[in-house]
């Protein structure tokens, strides 16, 4: 089993940065995948990035150069450096993992971006 909090979100004006963290409960050297989603306002969860053990990453479209995943495995964290951020990115920011075939998430962090 893995718990995931995560942590970072605020209040930011438009063209700011953020960075998201998420702290596993345990190692997450064995995690194969590990993503970012998000989830705004009367809209459906979508995937913001993920990251496979072996450090591959993909982006969703909207995100490309200006968001970065990345993982520390020594840390069990994964993080989100978002730049640029727009208003419409306001939304809640979730981590998940996909491990022996479970999926977890954490209860998310709210990312405000303000114009």
């Known amino acids: 089993q893995v718990q995931l909090v995560e942590s970072g979100g605020r209040l930011v004006q438009a063209g700011g940065s953020l960075r998201l963290s998420c702290a596993a409960s345990r190692s997450i050297f064995a995690i194969n995948i590990m993503a970012w989603y998000r989830q705004a306002p009367g809209k459906q969860r979508e995937l913001v990035a993920i990251?496979?053990?072996?450090?591959?990453?993909n982006y969703a479209d909207s995100v490309k150069g200006r968001f970065t995943i990345s993982r520390a495995n020594a840390e069990n964290s994964v993080y989100l450096q978002m730049n640029s951020l727009k208003p419409e990115e306001t939304a809640v920011y979730y981590c998940?993992?996909?491990?022996?075939?479970?999926?977890?998430w954490g209860k998310g962090t709210l990312v405000t971006v303000s114009s």
């Open positions: 990251i496979t053990s072996g450090g591959s990453t």
């Open positions: 998940n993992a996909n491990y022996t075939l479970e999926t977890y």
